[in-house]
């Protein structure tokens, strides 16, 4: 290697950009010879190795008014230090190059400049191939962006040059949020015109010298080359992502409906976050994840503590993988009661993990997990079979029948044939459909109303009580929701909590429950824990109750054990009013 001992440029950096480039490139000294070359370079121009190194890069030309060609090259370094543009020239083998061409120059720590690199991508070649021979699409099909294999080379690119220059390098990934919505409502045609469009507004944000992909369905990836170091880079790609929000926030107009673009944007920095590609990346859509838990349109820099949380959640989720296949997983029952009779009625089917090292996992930290991998689908199917299985045994103990109310996540319910799963879980289990009950949030069916509404009456349709769950959370309408095939409204506890002592609560809890029984709908409350908030659900004509006064969520033989025993309201009331037993609490 003729740089080899100079100390001018990083060999090993060279090396990695050498072997991992999807494009030509070819290292020059200052006297115009060539010192090293990949093997994309020598696939492009079908000379051979040993023909180009350690030859004048004039020689690999046919011969004519080179000058042409070279002199606004030399300017473009004499004045810039970089130089690209397309170029068209005669190879001495009569190959024609046509392509983009990117020429460097490599920045000494001291002392003049004594290389240049330059990066070569041919027009028209869509397949780039490795040395081992993987081909690699170049373009998307669709929004003609670089695709994923060519954005983490020129990233590779953009990392060795601001290695030598010492300056920051951006890396943005951004994902559009809730973009399966369009496809489902307006078609995948309007679908793919929608990200074409998306794709050349982020085109337009950036500068030539930057780089935009499509490295997702609904993801694309940016590349922010030359920025300042510290402060400076922060504030750039700040600027970028802002530059990119507002230019979203056009309309967008698509089969006569104009649709709101909101996107999550993870942004990470070399080298203060990551002195690879490939960490680069993984930083970014570290820095993405939480970026998509705000509000829409936020975008998060990546820290070392968010590496610390998604290892965390790295770690939780093989251990869920685990659990879902091991037997963890299993169903605590919580009681709800008929306030007119005082008799269970109901329960609520309420998911635990149990780890056999770290013990209870508590739903708050895990669900999540199992929404955003996918492992809710089998996990929320093994929920529905196991409540209706349990029904049908409380049925074959001749035991009171009773009516078990299952939750249905939104990503489960987008993204699970749930009508498919209930019809098999009943032909299984022989049950009457009025004793399952799956539990469903506002926002979990206000985004395609709809083909929720068409879902649910299916379901309904074969007999299975719907109920909507926590309600008062979300920010549905109610004149969308009188369409809904819902049985029963569930109160979220929040309502309850302070409902003794606050007018506010207990008037809104009113107006909820008036409404609700003007649907012909039953009312339970949740969350209720005293006896004063008992009395207070009562006189407002509460249906149902369930909360810790009458029970906390049992395991599955203590329920059994509370059918059996015929244990009722009156019991647990008279119990918590007696001052032998509530001493002390």
Request: proline share 3%.
């Amino acid at each position: 290697m003729v740089v080899k001992n100079e100390g001018s440029f990083d060999e090993k950096l060279l090396n990695l950009l050498l072997e991992n480039s999807l494009e030509g490139v070819m290292l020059v000294d200052r006297h115009g010879i060539v010192c090293r070359v990949n093997q994309a370079f020598v696939t492009m121009t079908s000379l051979g190795q040993d023909s180009i190194e350690s030859k004048s890069v004039v020689r690999m030309l046919k011969t004519g008014n080179i000058n042409d060609f070279f002199d606004p090259i030399r300017e473009g370094l004499w004045q810039d230090g970089f130089w690209q543009g397309d170029i068209q020239q005669t190879l001495v083998n009569d190959r024609i190059i046509k392509g983009f061409l990117k020429v460097s120059a490599v920045l000494p720590k001291s002392g003049p400049v004594r290389y240049y690199l330059c990066q070569l991508a041919e027009h028209g070649h869509l397949e780039l191939v490795r040395a081992g021979g993987q081909a690699i699409t170049a373009r998307d099909n669709l929004t003609k962006l670089a695709t994923l294999p060519v954005f983490t080379d020129r990233l590779l690119q953009a990392v060795a040059n601001a290695h030598r220059q010492e300056q920051s390098v951006g890396v943005m990934i951004l994902d559009l949020d809730r973009f399966h919505q369009v496809n489902d409502s307006l078609g995948t045609k309007l679908g793919d015109e929608l990200l074409c469009l998306i794709a050349g507004r982020l085109t337009n944000c950036l500068r030539d010298s930057d780089s935009v992909a499509r490295i997702g369905a609904d993801e694309f990836g940016m590349l922010l080359s030359d920025i300042d170091e510290g402060p400076g880079a922060v504030r750039n790609s700040g600027f970028v992502a802002q530059k990119v929000y507002e230019a979203l926030a056009q309309p967008v107009e698509l089969g006569g409906k104009s649709i709101e673009v909101t996107a999550a944007v993870g942004i990470t920095l070399f080298p203060q976050d990551g002195r690879n590609p490939e960490e680069l990346l993984n930083n970014a859509k570290t820095a993405l994840s939480h970026a998509r838990q705000g509000s829409r349109n936020n975008y998060q820099f990546f820290s070392h503590k968010m590496a610390d949380v998604a290892r965390r959640r790295f770690a939780l989720e093989s251990s869920l993988r685990e659990a879902v296949e091991g037997g963890q997983l299993h169903l605590y029952y919580q009681p709800q009661i008929d306030l007119k009779t005082g008799k269970i009625i109901g329960a609520e089917a309420l998911l635990r993990w149990i780890h056999p090292e770290q013990g209870v996992i508590s739903p708050v930290e895990f669900i999540p997990v199992a929404e955003e991998t996918g492992l809710i689908l089998p996990i929320g199917d093994w929920v529905i079979r196991t409540a209706c299985r349990q029904v049908a045994i409380w049925r074959d103990m001749n035991l009171p029948p009773v009516r078990v109310g299952v939750n249905l996540s939104a990503v489960q319910f987008q993204r699970q044939d749930i009508e498919k799963v209930v019809k098999e879980s009943l032909a299984e289990t022989g049950i009457d459909p009025g004793y399952l009950d799956l539990e469903i949030t506002e926002s979990a069916i206000m985004d395609d109303v709809k083909k929720a509404v068409l879902i649910l009456n299916r379901i309904g349709d074969m007999g299975v009580k719907l109920s909507i769950d926590d309600f008062g959370t979300g920010y549905s309408s109610l004149s969308q929701l009188r369409h809904f095939p819902f049985k029963t409204l569930k109160i979220d506890r929040s309502f309850v909590n302070a409902i003794a002592n606050d007018e506010g609560d207990k008037a809104i809890v009113n107006a909820i429950i008036a409404m609700a029984h003007s649907l012909n709908q039953t009312v339970i409350v949740e969350g209720v824990e005293t006896v004063a908030q008992l009395e207070i659900m009562q006189n407002l004509n509460c249906n149902e109750m369930q909360g810790y006064l009458f029970s906390a969520p049992v395991k599955v033989d203590k329920f059994t054990e509370l059918l059996k025993n015929g244990v009722e309201l009156k019991h647990v009331v008279e119990k918590a009013s007696d001052p032998k037993t509530t001493k002390g609490r």
